[in-house]
């Protein structure tokens, strides 16, 4: 099937047309014709012979988009000024930038926020460490770092290629949970050189956020920082994940009547999401769950396991279901998948229990399309922002951040992810809660703060607060 047109192909048009009948209605008919899809048209007063209009068209990939700019180059009475790609225009100088809390407009200020007015801070600091967390930066600002190893569906792009992503998960700490976040992408090669290099980074910052770090290393890195570190250490791609998971699948079950301690689950995918997923689920109950990776279904004596694998194997599939994903589907109530692209059939999902819950969530492309599974399931969600339902982790890690930082938390417990999913999923109503909107608009900044309060309190609660 191919793909639709979408914001993140979009071009952006400047042409000039002959302010004669037909020439606007033409171009439109070709751009149309080429498949593309015009978004926006600036407004315009047709004066003189000719006249300048802006443009903004959907396209489906980077060939597409030269295949419309082509389609409008060859339009009679059109002439095409410039063209762009408004992703790449939106990415120029990077997406972040520092600014000052204070103005600095005379002696006085230079005096207090610099020589010799700040070595009273200084020294106030060296004497009481735990002061940092209320006169320096680290009261609300934290790492995002990343080897650029397991970016997105990227796979492996290093360290540069990973620093666009880095940049759009600041923008996005910024602007829904008010906390200042760093890129921070390391040229290492293994594990051990992230751990060691985080420790020493640490006094700057209040909170560490790992992010698209291949597994098994994720894991290491995660548990070596979480006993080094007295700051709290959060890796994204399993925890977020599995924090919007468990939301989504708590509102799904609000809607089909199910149990969750009576679910038959399977998750495709037993990385860090998976295992993490895995983990929440069982920790709200959940006592049936499958997880198959590449090599089939996970369990107990299968050869090829790390560690993180293991201890998957040894707390699922007790009944040792083995084979392809195909082969463990029947009777299943509930298919998350965190995993690769078109690995989940249709005849799959006719195999599943009455009311099928499917989170098709690889991305950019999921493991089934909704186009596919529609009329076959009852609730459908995507880690896509194109379709109803999306399962999105800026729903969590903003709100996390911003109340472990409030509580000035050591460390983000089992029970803050729980407070986090409960938060998302009440925060829509049993009158608004239907088949396609179990998951509240990733835009609404309440659900945030939400997530913030709740995740305060679950921390001052466990006892894991430095204040």
């Known amino acids: 099937m191919s793909r639709p047109p ?15 009948p037909g020439v606007l209605g033409r171009l439109a008919t070709e751009i149309g014709a080429a498949g593309g899809n015009i978004f926006a048209v600036d407004a315009f007063v047709a004066k003189g012979a000719t006249l300048d209009r802006d443009m903004v068209v959907n396209c489906s990939s980077v060939e597409h988009q030269h295949e419309v700019v082509a389609a409008v180059e060859n339009t ?12 790449f225009r ?11 809390l204070y103005p600095v407009g005379d002696q006085d200020d230079l005096s207090m926020m610099y020589t010799p007015g700040v070595a009273r801070v200084c020294n106030a600091i060296a004497a009481d460490e735990t002061l940092a967390d209320e006169y320096t930066i680290r009261k609300n600002t934290v790492a995002i770092v990343s ?33 200042d976040a760093f890129p921070i992408c390391l040229d290492v090669s293994t594990p051990e050189e992230i751990i060691e290099t985080v420790v020493r980074l640490a006094p700057t910052f209040g909170g560490i956020n790992l992010e698209d770090i291949a597994a098994p290393g994720a ?17 994204d791609d399993q925890h977020g994940t599995a924090v919007v998971t468990l939301a989504a699948l708590w509102n799904a079950l609000r809607i089909t009547g199910k149990k969750m301690e009576d679910l038959s689950i399977v998750i495709s995918g037993v990385g860090a999401a998976g295992v993490a997923i895995g983990k929440i689920l069982m920790g709200a109950g959940a006592t049936n769950i499958v997880g198959v990776d590449s090599r089939g279904a996970v369990y107990d ?16 599939n007790t009944d040792r279901k083995q084979g392809a994903l195909s082969d463990v589907m029947a009777g299943v109530d509930v298919f998350i998948g965190v995993s690769a692209p078109d690995v989940l059939t249709q005849d799959d999902i006719k195999a599943m229990n ?19 599974a529609e009329g076959l399931v009852r609730v459908m969600g995507t880690g896509r922002s194109d ?41 829509i109503s049993d009158e608004d809660l239907n088949e396609q909107f179990i998951m509240p608009p990733v835009f609404d900044k309440s659900v945030s703060q939400r997530v913030a309060e709740a995740v305060c309190e679950a921390a001052i609660a466990d006892g894991v607060t430095r204040a």
């Open 90 to 100: 939106k990415h120029e100088g990077g997406k972040i930038e520092v600014l000052s």
């Open 147 to 179: 080897d650029g190893t397991a970016v997105l569906g990227l796979g492996d792009i290093g360290p540069k290629g990973a620093m666009p992503v880095m940049e759009g998960k600041a923008l996005l700490f910024k602007e829904f949970g008010q906390v």
């Open 387 to 427: 379709y109803p339902n999306q399962i999105n982790n800026v729903l969590a890690f903003p709100g996390i951040f911003r109340g472990a930082l409030d509580a000035r938390a050591k460390s983000i417990t089992e029970n803050m992810k729980l407070a986090a999913a409960k938060a998302i999923a009440e925060s």
């Open 219 to 235: 894991f290491q890195v995660e548990e070596a920082l979480k006993e080094r570190l007295d700051i709290p250490v959060f890796h």
């Open 6 to 20: 979408a914001t993140q192909y979009s071009i952006h048009l400047q042409v000039t047309l002959e302010n004669i």
């Open 76 to 87: 009679p009475g059109v002439t095409l000024r410039a063209w762009w790609d408004r992703t």
């Open 301 to 316: 004596g299968r050869d090829g396991l790390n560690e993180w694998k293991q201890w998957f194997a040894e707390n699922t």
């Open 354 to 372: 009455d009311d099928p819950i499917v989170f098709a969530m690889a991305n950019p492309d999921p493991e089934i399309r909704p186009e596919l």
